[in-house]
């Protein structure tokens, strides 16, 4: 299981995360990306490449 945080401070709500993530674990809100699905993650990690911004952090837990 992960934990996944988005720092909202940095988050642009560029949608990327949501677009890249291959188990639909992040949805924008209010124009910022959070994460809805954390159980569906798998820490591909695919969502840290593709966020500039590195508002998301994935910790296994």
Known sequence: MY????DPEKC???GECVE??????????DE???PVNVEQC?????????CEQDAI?????
């Open 3 to 6: 934990e996944i945080k988005v």
């Open 12 to 14: 642009t709500g560029c």
């Open 20 to 29: 890249i993530c291959p188990e639909e674990v992040y949805e924008l809100e």
């Open 32 to 34: 910022k990306s959070v």
């Open 42 to 50: 798998e820490g591909c990690e695919s969502c840290l490449e593709v």
């Open 57 to 61: 952090t994935v910790t296994e837990v």
